[in-house]
């Protein structure tokens, strides 16, 4: 049993991680379990993030909800539905419902909008609680070294740390994959990017049709618009488009430059933004593009599949294994793999690592897989022939779409303390927005066949 955890990575694979294990690793004696993160501080930056029924459930089990509960409104809202609109025409499309026809969640919980700074703080909080989990920031890992006893990081300040199991959580870019675990495994740019930004809906006039969160299809892109406060007075926008990499290395090259530069670049995004859903025939579109201002970029990478997981004493979890093409339930994955991982460490303690690495790998690789194909498959059609075509999209009317029936109705398992397998994300796959749209594909593909 490993005594010395080192975990490379404070988002949200990582602090999953070291809460799951301090919590099946309670009887240890002597365990250590130290969270390292390259940044100076916890992260500010990155919207609101969507999270899943089954997202929400694994944040519970581990404590975080109740954290995020007692945050008042930074604790973020419920989501019980997404409401679909076409950007041409205006009509409503229907909604993508997380709640059964009682208004109840799935096993209890609906979808979530918070700010992603919200979600870390207070998995940063819980984390800081366990009696044995340790977070520092400013330490950078460059890279590693493993011998036959045990594992040793070098971080850029020139500092080093020795411990028995490495768990490489450090996202989409990490370097526990790219420099010792698969080195030459780097991320691929998607060729989808977010432009996002957050409004105050005070000095709005035109009302929004949209109860709490709204996706708004185009032919290539979609226009994402959600509240993530009780009082609605504040919206997170992001337009969901392609961008190429030209654009994305000049946006880069320009982060460092002076206030006015990057003035200019926050503009030129707002103008992309304005390009693709300006001449919408819903007003409030139009007036929330005018009225936000700092767009900025957010470029969507993900990890080459079938790529290595483990060396013998290093383990990747999350984006860093297996960061795909946007799907709205990534960060459940990250919050699943830790749970599995601990589970698998905490229920047999007299295993070898390589044999439990193996048998995680078994457990997660043909999930993750088949996530990876679906979300692929969804966006490549996209690049073929439109997510959706818009005209077939607009003969959609609510009695064409399947709003209780694409959600299968399937109770949540309790998550079991001692039996292997845990619960996997399969049997909720279907709750994620992208498969519930990839569903109203299909329903659109039968509508046009008849
Ligand atoms: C634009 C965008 C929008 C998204 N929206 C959603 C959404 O709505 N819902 C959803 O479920 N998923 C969403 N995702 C995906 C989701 O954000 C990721 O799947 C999730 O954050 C993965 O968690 P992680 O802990 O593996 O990585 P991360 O959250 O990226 O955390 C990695 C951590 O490692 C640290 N780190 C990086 N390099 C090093 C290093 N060398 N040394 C030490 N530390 C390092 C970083 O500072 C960071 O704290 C979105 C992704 C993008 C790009």
């Given amino acids: 049993?490993?005594?010395?955890?080192?975990?490379?990575?404070?988002?949200?694979?990582?602090?999953?991680?070291?809460?799951?294990?301090?919590?099946?690793?309670?009887?240890?004696?002597?365990?250590?379990?130290?969270?390292?993160?390259?940044?100076?501080?916890?992260?500010t930056t990155g919207g609101a993030i969507s999270l899943t029924p089954i997202a929400q459930r694994y944040l519970d089990e581990l404590g975080i909800l109740s954290e995020l509960n007692q945050m008042g409104e930074?604790?973020?809202?419920?989501?019980?539905?997404?409401?679909?609109?076409?950007?041409?025409?205006?009509?409503?499309?229907?909604?993508?419902r997380f709640?059964?026809?009682?208004?109840?969640?799935?096993?209890?919980?609906?979808?979530?909008?918070v700010l992603r700074s919200s979600l870390s703080e207070a998995m940063l909080a819980v984390a800081r609680k366990m009696p044995n989990v340790s977070v520092y920031y400013d330490k950078k890992l460059v890279g590693g070294n493993t011998t036959a006893e045990n594992v040793t990081l070098g971080f850029e300040d020139g500092s080093s740390v020795t411990g028995d199991?490495?768990?490489g959580c450090d996202g989409v870019h990490s370097a526990t994959r790219t420099k010792i675990v698969d080195p030459g495994n780097r991320s691929e740019y998607t060729g989808i990017s977010f432009i996002q930004s957050?409004?105050?809906?005070?000095?709005?006039?035109?009302?929004?049709p949209f109860t709490q969160t709204a996706v708004h299809l185009a032919r290539h892109s979609s226009l994402l618009t959600s509240y993530y406060d009780p009082k609605h007075e504040k919206l997170f926008v992001a337009a969901i488009v392609r961008v190429s990499e030209h654009l994305i290395e000049k946006y880069q090259a320009m982060s460092g430059t002076d206030v006015s530069a990057q003035k200019n670049m926050k503009m030129s995004m707002?103008?992309?933004?304005?390009?693709?859903?300006?001449?919408?025939?819903?007003?409030?579109?139009?007036?929330?593009?005018?009225?936000?201002?700092?767009?900025?970029?957010?470029?969507?990478?993900?990890?080459?599949?079938?790529?290595?997981?483990?060396?013998?004493?290093?383990?990747?979890?999350?984006?860093?294994?297996h960061a795909m093409p946007p799907r709205d339930e990534s960060a459940a994955y990250a919050v699943e793999d830790a749970i599995i991982f601990s589970k698998l460490l905490g229920q047999n303690p007299d295993c070898g690592?390589?044999?439990?690495?193996?048998?995680?790998?078994?457990?997660?690789?043909?999930?993750?897989?088949?996530?990876?194909?679906?979300?692929?498959?969804?966006?490549?059609?996209?690049?073929?022939?439109?997510?959706?075509?818009?005209?077939?999209?607009d003969l959609m009317s609510p009695v064409h779409l399947p709003?209780?029936?694409?959600?299968?109705?399937?109770?949540?398992?309790?998550?079991?303390?001692?039996?292997?397998?845990?619960?996997?994300?399969?049997?909720?796959?279907?709750?994620?927005?992208?498969?519930?749209?990839?569903?109203?594909?299909?329903?659109?593909d039968a509508t046009n066949g008849d």
């Avoid at 690793?25 to 390292?36: A, D, H, Q, W």
């Avoid at 105050?200 to 009302?207: A, L, N, R, Y």
């Avoid at 996530?371 to 818009?390: I, N």
């Fill in 74 to 96: 930074k604790a973020g809202i419920e989501v019980d539905a997404i409401d679909l609109f076409s950007v041409r025409t205006g009509r409503r499309l229907g909604p993508l």
């Fill in 270 to 321: 707002r103008y992309l933004v304005r390009a693709q859903f300006g001449m919408s025939n819903l007003p409030y579109i139009r007036e929330i593009i005018d009225k936000t201002e700092d767009w900025m970029l957010y470029p969507v990478y993900q990890v080459r599949q079938r790529g290595k997981w483990h060396t013998d004493r290093i383990l990747l979890l999350g984006d860093a294994a």
């Fill in 353 to 393: 690592l390589t044999a439990l690495f193996e048998e995680y790998e078994e457990i997660r690789r043909g999930l993750v897989n088949k996530a990876f194909d679906a979300s692929r498959r969804l966006w490549q059609s996209d690049l073929d022939k439109g997510l959706f075509p818009s005209q077939t999209r």
């Fill in 403 to 444: 709003p209780g029936d694409c959600v299968k109705r399937r109770s949540l398992e309790p998550i079991k303390k001692t039996n292997l397998p845990a619960p996997t994300h399969e049997s909720f796959s279907d709750l994620s927005v992208y498969s519930l749209t990839s569903d109203l594909g299909r329903t659109v």
């Fill in 198 to 208: 957050m409004a105050d809906t005070g000095s709005f006039t035109t009302s929004m």
């Fill in 165 to 167: 199991l490495v768990l």
């Fill in 99 to 113: 709640t059964d026809e009682n208004g109840n969640g799935y096993g209890g919980y609906k979808g979530r909008r």
């Fill in 1 to 43: 049993m490993p005594r010395d955890i080192l975990i490379v990575g404070a988002g949200i694979a990582g602090l999953a991680s070291a809460i799951a294990l301090s919590n099946e690793l309670s009887i240890v004696p002597g365990l250590n379990i130290s969270v390292y993160d390259g940044a100076s501080e916890l992260t």
